[in-house]
């Protein structure tokens, strides 16, 4: 369907910009003089793309899935290994809040009434539910009903979810950093912990900086995930966003600091930070730590904000690229949201 929208100017009458999207083809603007053109320009263009690119019935949940509780379906996926913990502290959440629904019960209204209503309530920290958290808990049960498909041999529905229905600048882009100032007050805060985990908070902390890598994929760490005479660490799919594995270089004192850990780990457990609970435990004990500290809305996940603006400003060997292959990044976008560079940074390099 054609999007029309008025484009006021200065001194001057209203122009009226026409934007035809599909999905088979790029997007096609235009502005016009009138309202009019432009809607009859929208629904030429619409017509002939119809004719090109006839629209395809979507499947449909099969009779066997279309009656499945979305709640049953959660939990079947919390049951599986490989996503257990990827999604074990927001699939609860999800779980809660899908009611008595059924997979056939998912349609465009539901997830906008999802939406709406996860919206409307709190999270633990007391602050509104984000778009961001959300469109991650439509992650979820998408994930949640392709699974039970692939377990049926059906076809899988559509997921009648796209981000374009939310708010625009719905995406929350933090730019927080970490000052020098603030990195010493957060290193004395935690050696002043009076817990058997505090060489592993500390070492959590000072591995996040070193290597980029997300809260879960350093508290799951696993000694055989480390090569320390090549000096790679490989995440695997399971520990990792997106269920794709990587391979993360180790820097000389991330290296150092692994082999102290190795002297002293358990053999009761393979993970390296074996002190540490489970990743949510984790990032709210950290808040509370970094709050004790005088760190202001400062999150664990600003670490890796933190660690991919130092690579980009300092790692001046490696290419763009291949600082999107360390931290698993797809996209130039995407590496752009995590590099929050200073001016008084950038100054230094321009001689």
């Known amino acids: 369907m054609p999007s029309i929208a008025e484009r006021p100017r200065k001194n001057a009458p209203s122009k009226w910009q026409c934007t035809v999207r599909h999905p088979n083809a790029p997007t096609i603007v235009r502005t016009f003089d009138s309202k009019e053109l432009a809607a009859r320009f929208g629904e030429k263009v619409e017509t002939r793309l119809r004719r090109l690119w006839p629209e395809q019935p979507k499947p449909k949940a099969a009779p066997l899935l279309a009656n499945e509780s979305l709640a049953k379906l959660i939990d079947d996926l919390l049951a599986s290994s490989e996503v257990a913990n990827r999604h074990k502290s927001s699939a609860p959440t999800v779980r809660r809040n899908v009611g008595n629904a059924t997979v056939e019960d998912v349609t465009r209204r539901w997830t906008k009434e999802f939406v709406r209503k996860m919206r409307a309530k709190r999270s633990m920290r007391g602050r509104p539910f984000s778009y961001e958290t959300i469109v991650h808990h439509l992650a979820i049960i998408r994930q949640a009903i392709r699974a039970r498909a692939d377990h049926l041999e059906t076809p899988c529905p559509a997921f009648p979810f796209s981000e374009r229905s939310l708010p625009r600048g719905w995406k929350n882009k ?37 290597t980029g890598a997300r809260q879960q994929e350093l508290v799951f760490a696993e000694w055989s995930e480390f090569d320390m005479e090549k000096g790679i660490w490989v995440i695997p799919a399971a520990h990792a966003k997106g269920n794709r594995s990587r391979f993360v270089p180790l820097t000389r004192r991330a290296r150092r600091l692994l082999k102290v850990l190795a002297a002293f780990h358990s053999s009761a457990s393979a993970r390296v930070l074996w002190r540490l609970s489970q990743p949510h435990t984790v990032s709210t004990m950290f808040a509370r730590f970094a709050k004790e500290a005088g760190l202001h809305n400062f999150r664990f996940h600003d670490l890796r ?23 698993g990044h797809s996209s130039l976008d995407m590496l752009n949201r995590y590099a929050n560079l200073r001016g008084e940074e950038l100054v230094g390099r321009m001689d």
């Open 174 to 210: 933090r730019e927080r950093r970490l000052s020098n100032d603030e990195q010493r007050a957060l290193f004395s805060r935690l050696r002043r912990l009076k817990t058997d985990a505090r060489p592993h908070y500390l070492a959590l902390v000072r591995l996040a900086l070193e």
């Open 305 to 327: 904000h933190e660690a991919i603006s130092r690579m980009i400003l300092f790692k001046r060997k490696l290419s763009t690229f291949e600082i999107m292959r360390i931290v």
